[in-house]
Every structure is written in C-alpha cells, then in structure tokens.
C-alpha cells in the first residue's frame, strides 16, 4: 500500500544537516551508489546472462534515447544535442543490435516484460517514424503483450498532433511531460528549450488522444525561483488535473553546466534553493494537490486515483524485478548482477556493432545488499511491510536494521503502526539524506544534505 499517512512535524530539529545545496549527487536511484559498480564484475555479468532466471521474478525493459534539441542548465544524464539525422538512425539500428543480443540469452528464458520505459534524453525527439521503426522492431525481439505499463517520456516543445498519435499507437499507457516550470523566464534561465505556451498546447493535444495516464514533472528549487512563482506554478499544475504529478527536489551534480559555472567562479554554493526551502515548496505543493483530492504516495510523487496508477516501473525496481536496459549509459539488473552500459556515445555504439556488450561496469550484489536495496528504496515510498520483507529474506528488517531506524525514530521522522514501518511526512521530504544512515559503512558517500 502507498498511501502515505501524514503525521505532524516532528518537535525535534533533527540531526544537524547541510542547508546550502553544494555540488554532488543527492537522490538516491540505487544501491550500491553507482560509484563502487567496477569494470573488473564485468564477467561476473557476462556469467549472470547464461543463467536462467530466478522462478517469478518480472522482467522490465528500458530504452536511453539520448537525444535533445538543448541541454538543461541542471541536467546530469547522458545526452547529445549535437547528432544528425544519420548519427540517429545508426543509433536506433544498435539499440535493436543490442536488444537482440539479450533476446536471446538464458536470463531472458521467453520471459515477457512487464513494464517498459523509454527514457532520455528525449525520447520524443525521434520522428513518428523513427519511433515505429524502433518499437516494432523491439516488439519483434521481446513480445509487449504483457506490458501492464509503458512508459515515455517527453518534452512538451517537440509534441505535435501527429507525434502524440504516433506515441499512442505503440501502446505508451503513461506519457511524462517534462514541464519543470510553468514561468518562461525561469525555464529559460535553467536551460529548457519549451516554453510554457508549448507545454499548454502539448498537454491539450495528449488529453485529445486520450492517453490513460498523463504525468508531469515539476523541480522545484530552479535557478532564480521565488516563493511567488512556484505557487504560481503548483496552482497551474493543479489546474490541469493531470493524472500523476513527480517534484523533484533541485540538486547540482558534478557533470551540470550550473556546476562548472560554480568551477569557474569559484563558489561552493549552488545558485538555487537551499534545502529546508526545497523541502518546504514540494510539501506545500503536495497539500496543494491533496486539498482537491490527490494522494501522496512517494517521496516525489502525488496521484489522482492510487487504484488506477501504479507507477509499476518504479515498483518494479524497489522491490528487486530484473530490468533489462539498452543505450549508451543505461543500467539495470539481471540475475542478481547490476550493470551500466559504456557512457559515451560512440563506445557504446562500437561496441554492440562489433558484436560484443557494451558494457563499461557491473556489480554483483550480495544477499545481505539484496535485502538492504529493497527497503530503502521501499522507504522512498513512504513506507515498507516488515511481513514481505520476513517472508522474502527470512529476517525482520526491525532486526536487521535496528539501529537507523532507532535513529530515525529518535529524530521525530518514523512512524510504526503494526507491520508497517512508516515516516512522518517531514522524513518523507528529505528521505534521501536519511537513507545515508543504513548504508554500509564503506558505501557512505560522507555527503548529507
């Protein structure tokens, strides 16, 4: 169950933490941290593939199109704005080089996946056609028969009436609208190449067609927002009504042009919100949307109807599903092997036409990792049954992680009702830093925010 039960703000200040937002990762996407995955696992991976599956273990399958018409100011992923019509093509022939090769392996054993997601970059920056030549293409490799999700994300300036359509036939069930801002100057100042009447009109022509799922994305804490402004987005944001609405919270990794400014500059202090006021707009946000009826269910994200969305991707991930993922930079799990593909574009696409995996790093995670990945990116949900977690590994994770959770629960950020360990909804908000605490000790990045 995702609902989250909101208790009051703990009377506590809790543990002394970072207000500025500096330099560095924040979100927690996995675990291990993608910084301890090594080059020497690789045939510790390459193993994995001639295995056959765990018995009842779904598949999902995850495509990287690294395509954008701009790069965003914040943006940390592998993207190119720079590639030609010809550089495109070649890169949709490897993805269906690359599929092909997994296809065909023992960890797949005529498994279906269960949830699909393209992400980017921007997926849709491919042309209808492209789009119909990749996914019937992979269609071929992998039957979506039994995809109860499919996922796409978007960029609201490169949606026509046409695209939309197109998006539709290939069976997207939920498209995500990359809006970030409702404000054209802060879109602009951030680096995004829409603008907010692009955003009026593509969401327009989506509900048209008549997807089952609309997502939108806002962040907040941009360069240059003000207290007034993202009010004025949320009330925008709400009046839309969309489906599903993800908030993420602001952060400056390395690899952003908003960092190598900070490089260049010499400033250690990033040019956006500090952290207690990050955490403030999204709550404000989330009441926001609860007012006319939303639910709260992770740490990011609000729904209209939590018996219609599922999020089954994201579920997928927290609760140990195998993912098979193709394109330059992607990664996923096989078997019980994490593994990314090479980070560069011409690398990743060298290698899969030479006939070989492209892969750059992997890491075989251990049973105790197993258990310990599961709960805490269960935690980001709000909250975890200690029941599925007993009859998955054998063990009580009130046992086996004693002592975060005490600590947590000291803090005023945990909430224990019955079976089900919770947080408080000022935990939910910063849960990312909080997680740090069950790390183990040689996982710890030393960076909490």
């Not at 009436?161 to 539709?168: G, N, V």
């Not at 952003?256 to 956006?272: F, R």
């Not at 909080?434 to 040689?442: T, V």
Request: charged share 25%; aromatic share 12%; proline share 6%.
């Amino acid at each position: 169950m995702n609902t989250i039960t909101i208790a009051p703000p703990p009377k506590t200040a809790g543990p002394p933490i970072q207000k500025e937002t500096t330099a560095g990762n924040y979100f927690v996407a996995n675990y291990p941290p993608f910084a301890f995955w090594k080059a020497e696992a690789i045939p510790d991976f390459h193993a994995a593939l001639d295995r056959a599956p765990a018995p009842g273990v779904p598949l999902g399958l995850y495509t990287h199109i690294p395509f954008c018409r701009k790069r965003c100011h914040f943006c940390y992923f592998r993207v190119y704005t720079d590639k030609n019509a010809e550089d495109i093509k070649g890169y949709i022939d490897t993805l269906l080089k690359d599929l092909a090769f997994y296809a065909n392996k023992a960890v797949i054993g005529g498994r279906k996946p269960r949830f699909i997601y393209f992400g980017g970059g921007t997926p849709s920056y491919l042309s209808p056609d492209q789009l119909r030549f990749l996914t019937e293409g992979m269609k071929r490799q992998l039957s979506w028969d039994e995809a109860t999700e499919i996922t796409f994300e978007a960029e609201p300036g490169t949606l026509t009436d046409h695209k939309l359509r197109a998006i539709r036939e290939m069976g997207v069930t939920r498209l995500s609208l990359g809006i970030e801002h409702f404000d054209d100057h802060i879109l602009e100042i951030n680096g995004r190449a829409h603008r907010s009447k692009e955003v009026q009109r593509a969401y327009a022509f989506a509900r048209e067609i008549g997807f089952p799922q609309i997502n939108i994305d806002l962040i907040a804490g941009m360069v240059e927002e003000t207290e007034e402004l993202w009010k004025e987005t949320v009330a925008k944001a709400v009046a839309l009504q969309p489906d599903s609405l993800t908030i993420y919270q602001m952060e400056v990794p390395y690899n952003t042009g908003i960092y190598k400014q900070m490089k260049a500059e010499g400033k250690l202090v990033a040019p956006v919100a500090d952290w207690e006021t990050k955490r403030r707009w999204v709550n404000y946000a989330y009441s926001e949307f609860e007012k006319v009826g939303y639910t709260v269910t992770s740490t990011t994200t609000v729904v209209k109807d939590p018996a219609k969305v599922k999020f089954e991707y994201r579920q997928g991930l927290f609760n140990g599903a195998d993912l098979l993922s193709i394109g330059v930079a992607s990664f996923g799990h096989l078997n019980g092997v994490h593994y990314q593909n090479h980070h560069d574009f011409q690398p990743y696409v060298d290698a899969v036409n030479a006939g070989q995996l492209p892969t750059y790093r992997a890491y075989v995670v251990p049973e105790d990792e197993k258990f310990l990945r599961e709960f805490i990116l269960q935690l980001k949900l709000g909250s975890a049954e200690a029941s599925a977690f007993i009859q998955k590994f054998g063990t009580d994770p009130r046992v086996q992680f004693a002592a975060p959770l005490a600590w947590i629960k000291e803090q005023g950020f945990l909430v224990e009702d019955g079976d089900t360990i919770g947080l408080t909804r000022d935990g939910l908000l910063q849960v990312d830093r909080l997680l740090q605490e069950f790390f183990k000790p040689e996982h710890r990045t030393g960076r909490y925010a």
